[in-house]
């Protein structure tokens, strides 16, 4: 038996989630799918992230069992060719058997967009936040270096989580200003439910609208640990799961 690992991306326009559900279109349903067609083997996936139903990735990474001759180099030329058009595979490997997506990682890598002008927006509507409000782009990024470090960050974390611990630690956390479009880059050691949406929804709230933000507001959310001190949690189109490290 091998154990093969890959790095997968997919438009999550279509998909509700990752993760298989019942009666539910998912991209682990699709890859199960076409791994059962070209093997005829009935695999279970494991994944660095289970995402949200509209989320996108460009580096998510998968692992799982197979009793197939495929060299693992070859996985992802011949598995593609089963799979639908908005879910690939990038690269593929052999891997050790204790391999495991996500207990093994050591950062992931997020990234959120928004669009910011009238014109066009309706072609980018799965794929990134349309806002044309004026952002205090200058405070957003002075807020984005304050969560950079190791905090409990329970006040970024949707309800219904079951984790034991809302440690983390966040490498880093910037936006980037490539108009019409503003980017938020973020690195951490794992992360909490929604909580990247919920740091995007914070940043563009009215706190860092018109020069009204204080370096004092965003160490005061994160000292809260209370959902209710953050913002909004922001749709879903706009995130990306672009890297897992190991």
């Not at 058997?97 to 014109?119: C, E, G, L, V």
């Not at 809302?166 to 200003?177: A, D, G, K, T």
Request: glycine residues 6%; charged residues 20%.
């Amino acid at each position: 038996m091998a154990r093969i690992r890959m790095t997968v991306e997919y438009d999550g326009s279509r998909y509700h989630g990752f993760q298989i559900q019942h009666n539910a279109n998912t991209v682990q349903a699709e890859l199960e799918k076409g791994i059962q067609h070209l093997t005829g083997e009935d695999v279970s996936i494991i994944c660095a992230g289970r995402t949200d139903s509209g989320v996108h990735a460009l580096g998510q990474v998968i692992a799982f069992n197979t009793l197939t001759s495929i060299p693992g180099d070859k996985w992802q030329f011949a598995l593609n060719s089963f799979l639908p058009a908005d879910i690939q595979i990038i690269e593929s490997s052999e891997c050790i058997p204790q391999f495991h997506p996500r207990f093994d990682a050591r950062s992931k890598t997020y990234h959120y967009i928004i669009y910011r002008q009238n014109k066009g927006h309706i072609f980018y509507r799965n794929y990134a936040l349309h806002n044309i409000d004026f952002l205090d782009v200058a405070a957003m990024q002075a807020a984005c270096q304050l969560l950079e470090g190791r905090h409990n960050f329970k006040s970024f974390c949707a309800s219904g989580s079951s984790v034991k611990t809302f440690e983390r630690s966040i490498y880093r956390c910037s936006l980037v200003e490539e108009e019409p479009f503003l980017r938020m880059e973020i690195q951490a050691d794992g992360f909490l439910y929604n909580m990247v949406r919920i740091i995007m929804g914070t940043l563009y709230t009215s706190w860092f609208q018109v020069g009204n933000y204080q370096p004092e507001t965003m160490m005061y959310i994160i000292a809260a640990q209370d959902r209710s001190q953050a913002g909004p949690t922001v749709p879903p189109q706009g995130l990306y799961l672009m890297e897992v490290e190991y």
